[in-house]
C-alpha cells in the first residue's frame, strides 16, 4: 500500500475536491433561496395588486355600514348648510353628481329634468342641456324660483311645523317640490301626511322634505314664471 505524505500548508486533490462540493453546494442553497423570495414576491403582487417592501408601512381603513351610501361613488366637499350644501346633496342623490346622466325614465343631467319642466323654464334643446353644466346650474335655480314662488304661502304657513314625525322648512319643502312637483307637495302637507308621493324607484316626498331640511335657501328669489338665458 501507498500512502501519500502531506506535509504543513499543503492540499490533496481529495481535499479540494471536498472544498469545492462545499462551495458549489452553498451557491446552489443560495440561488434556490433567491429564486423563491422572487416567486413569492411575484405572486404577492399579482393576487394582491401591490408589493410592499419590508420597511415601508401601508394604513387603511374600512368603513362602517352607515358610511356606505349612495354617495360613496364622489367625493363631497363639506359645506354645511349653505346653498351650496344643498345643491350638491341634491345632485348626489339624483345623480351621483353626473351632469350627462339620463335615467330609465327620460330625466336628465346633474338635478334629473324632465322634458317638460326644461320646457316650462325656457330649455327646449335637451341635447344642449346634456352638454352644458352651466346651463344646468341655471335650470336647477330658475325651478327652486318657480317652486318657491308656486308653494310661497305653505312656506309661510308650515314652516317649522311638524307633519308624521318631520320637520318641515323652506329647503326640504322646495327639495320635495324638485321630486314631485308642487302640486304633490301642497297635497301632501294639506292632508297632514296622509297624501304621499313616490317615484318611480320608490322614494318618497317625505323623505325628501326630511333629508333636505335645515338648509339656507333663502338666496332663491321666488317667480312665477323664471326663463333661463341662453348665451
Known sequence: MKFTRVTDGEKTPYMIKKWMYFVGLAIFIGAVSSSFTLTKAKQFGKIEGFHLA?????????????????????????????????????AIK???????????????????????????????????????????????KALLAKNKWELRHEISRYEGRVIQGVKITE???????????????????????????????GTSLKSYIKKFGGYDTSNIVANPNPKVKLD
Open 171 to 201: 329647503s326640504g319643502l322646495l327639495a320635495a317640490a324638485h321630486l314631485a312637483g308642487a302640486g304633490s307637495v301642497k297635497n301632501f302637507l294639506k292632508s297632514n301626511g296622509k297624501n304621499g308621493f313616490r317615484d318611480g324607484f
Open 54 to 90: 419590508e420597511d415601508e408601512v401601508y394604513n387603511y381603513t374600512v368603513p362602517d355600514v352607515p358610511e356606505i351610501d349612495e354617495t360613496a361613488k364622489v367625493t363631497v366637499p363639506f359645506t354645511g348648510k349653505s346653498y351650496i350644501g344643498f345643491k350638491q346633496a341634491i
Open 94 to 140: 339624483e345623480s351621483q353628481g353626473l351632469y350627462k346622466l339620463v335615467n330609465p325614465y327620460g330625466y336628465m343631467g346633474k338635478y334629473q329634468f324632465g322634458k317638460t319642466t326644461l320646457r316650462a323654464i325656457g330649455i327646449n334643446n335637451t341635447k344642449e342641456f346634456l352638454n352644458s353644466p352651466m346651463l344646468q346650474e341655471r335650470a336647477f
